[in-house]
Nanobody
Framework: QVRLVESGGGSVQAGGSLRLSCAASGFTSVSDCMGWFRQAPGKEREGVAAVDSDGSTSYADSVKGRFTISKDNARNTLYLQMNSLKPEDNDMYYC??????????????????WGQGTQVTVSS
């Protein structure tokens, strides 16, 4: 089994920054692909960023140039550095793991493991 635990969410003013972390434990592998998703109440889950097992990354157009995804394989931890936050980034953010080398399409169905989520609140 795999357990994913997010942290780092909180409240920030527009233009501010937050860094989300996702600690993975259990039967994880460096060949896994990981990503960040977000979801607002009543809306579909949206892919934010993903990192393939080879380190290649992808981002949603809405966050390009502002968010950076990274993975520390030694610590089994995934990060999402979020800069220049906007009110429209106000969502619950979820960490996810896919048992595949490539997941940059950020299709939620590829990801079999999910964290419990961490709330990001951005005020204008």
């Amino acid at each position: 089994q795999v357990r994913l635990v997010e942290s780092g969410g909180g409240s920030v003013q527009a233009g501010g920054s937050l860094r989300l972390s996702c600690a993975a434990s259990g039967f994880t592998s460096v060949s896994d692909c990981m990503g960040w998703f977000r979801q607002a109440p009543g809306k579909e889950r949206e892919g934010v960023a993903a990192v393939d097992s080879d380190g290649s990354t992808s981002y949603a157009d809405s966050v390009k140039g502002r968010f950076t995804i990274s993975k520390d394989n030694a610590r089994n931890t995934l990060y999402l550095q979020m800069n220049s936050l906007k009110p429209e980034d106000n969502d619950m953010y979820y960490c996810a793991l896919a048992r595949t080398a490539h997941c940059r399409t950020m299709v939620a169905a590829l990801f079999g493991y999910w964290g419990q989520g961490t709330q990001v609140t951005v005020s204008s």
